[in-house]
């Protein structure tokens, strides 16, 4: 059973850079068809995908984010990362990173069957 869990700051000052790690266990991050994600959820929104590292490390990301967004992974920790610069408040959201066992399908939320607890990022001065 592949766990994760998110780390990293919980506030974020506008125009710096959010940083978050999650922690696989249960799992290799490099398993064969697996795809890893970062899924947010502001505040009186729906999920909203962000992007993926899938198994042979390549990345994916959401269009409305691509200029800001860097996916990577540390194998040798067994985690994978977010970085995203130029926060607004708008960012502010309940970010998880989460795992699906196929990536045939990797821009829903609906496809990852293994999502960590999540963790509240707040972007303010």
């Known amino acids: 059973q592949v766990q994760l869990q998110e780390s990293g700051p919980g506030l974020v000052k506008p125009s710096q850079t959010l940083s978050l790690t999650c922690t696989v266990s249960g799992g290799s991050i490099t398993m064969t068809y697996y795809a890893w994600s970062w899924i947010r959820q502001p505040p009186g929104k729906g999920l909203e995908w962000m992007g993926a590292i899938v198994d042979d490390g390549s990345t994916y990301y959401s269009p409305s984010l691509k200029s800001r967004i860097s996916i990577f992974r540390d194998t040798s920790k067994n985690q994978f990362s977010l970085q995203l610069s130029s926060v607004t408040p708008e960012d502010t959201a309940v970010y998880y990173c989460?795992?699906?066992?196929?990536?045939?399908?990797?821009?829903?939320?609906?496809?990852?069957?293994?999502w960590g607890q999540g963790t509240q990022v707040t972007v303010s001065s």
């Open positions: 989460t795992a699906s066992p196929s990536t045939l399908v990797i821009r829903a939320a609906g496809a990852y069957n293994y």
